[in-house]
C-alpha cells in the first residue's frame, strides 16, 4: 500500500486527477471505477481541465460507479447519476451509454444487484477504482459487520451514514436508508484501487492503513490489495 499525504485539499485533488489522467492515456478503453461524495469533486474539476486543454479522450472509456440509492431514478437531482453527470460526465466527451451505475429506481432491486455484478464481471473488474471512505470505514456503502460481502448487494445505511449523506439533501427531502453498493469483493476486483480523503477522515485512515484488517472497518481490507495508493489530505 503506497500512502500519501497532501498539505491540502487542492494538492490531493490534483494528485487523484492526475492518475485518473494517466490511466486514460495509458490505456484508452480503461474501465474507471468512480465514487460519489464530496471528496472527490475536487479531481473531477481537474480531469474536467485536463480534458479541456486537449489531454484526454474519454470516447473510449467506460465507468461503473460504486453505489446508487434505492429509490431514486436518474432523474433526481440526489441520485449519483444525477451527481456523475452534473460533475463530471456532462463535461467530458464521454458516451452515456459507456458509464454505468445500478438503477436504484429498479423493480426487483435483486436482479438489479445480480445484473450490476455480472456487467462489472464482464468487463474483467476496475482497471482503476477510486473511492473515497466513510468515517466509520465504508467504502461504496458496505458498512462495517462481521463479514466482507463478496458481491453487489443493497446495504443498509447506518444512522451516521444516513447523517452524513443528508448534508447534501434540502430541508423536508427525505434522506434514502438503503443503497445499492458493490461488495468488498467486487471492489477488491479492481487491479488498482486510490483510495482519497480530506483531513476530517484521519482517524480512519490510520486504522485503514495500520490497523487490523476487519469487517467493522471495511476498508482495512484494501491491505490485502497488492495495488492501492491511499492519498490524505493534511489540512
Ligand atoms: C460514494 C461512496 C461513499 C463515499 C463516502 C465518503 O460513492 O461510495 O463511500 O465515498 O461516504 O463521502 P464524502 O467524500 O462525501 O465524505
Redesign the pocket.
Known amino acids: 500500500m503506497r500512502f500519501i499525504e497532501t498539505d491540502s485539499y487542492g494538492e490531493l485533488s490534483l494528485l487523484a486527477a492526475n492518475m485518473l489522467s494517466a490511466q486514460v492515456i495509458l490505456k484508452p478503453d480503461s474501465i474507471l471505477g468512480?465514487?460519489?461524495?464530496?471528496?472527490?469533486i475536487g479531481a473531477y474539476e481537474q480531469v474536467i481541465e485536463n480534458y479541456n486543454r486537449g489531454l484526454l479522450d474519454f470516447s473510449e472509456v467506460k465507468t461503473v460507479?460504486?453505489?446508487e440509492y434505492v429509490g431514486l431514478d436518474e432523474r433526481n437531482r440526489q441520485s449519483?447519476r444525477y451527481f456523475m453527470s452534473k460533475n463530471l460526465f456532462d463535461h467530458i466527451n464521454i458516451k452515456k451509454e459507456n458509464t454505468y451505475l445500478p438503477n436504484g429506481a429498479a423493480e426487483n432491486l435483486d436482479e438489479e444487484c445480480s445484473r450490476y455484478q455480472k456487467l462489472i464481471e464482464g468487463f474483467g473488474g476496475a482497471d482503476l477504482q477510486l473511492?473515497?471512505?466513510?468515517?466509520n470505514g465504508?467504502?461504496?456503502?458496505n458498512e462495517p459487520t462481521d463479514y466482507f460481502s463478496r458481491e453487489v448487494y443493497v446495504e443498509k445505511l447506518t444512522e451516521s451514514?444516513i447523517e452524513?449523506?443528508s448534508r447534501?439533501f434540502d430541508a423536508g427531502e427525505t434522506v434514502p436508508t438503503h443503497a445499492i453498493?458493490m461488495g468488498i469483493g467486487t471492489i477488491m476486483r479492481a487491479k488498482k484501487i486510490l483510495l482519497i480523503?480530506?483531513a476530517?477522515?484521519k482517524d480512519i485512515i490510520e486504522k485503514t492503513v495500520n490497523g487490523k484488517i476487519t469487517p467493522l472497518v471495511p476498508a482495512s481490507v484494501l491491505q490485502l490489495h497488492s495495488d492501492v495508493t491511499v492519498i490524505l489530505s493534511k489540512n
Open positions: 468512480l465514487a460519489t461524495g464530496s471528496t472527490p460507479n460504486l453505489d449519483y473511492l473515497g471512505i466513510g468515517r465504508h467504502i461504496g456503502f451514514t452524513a449523506n447534501l453498493t480523503a480530506g476530517d477522515k
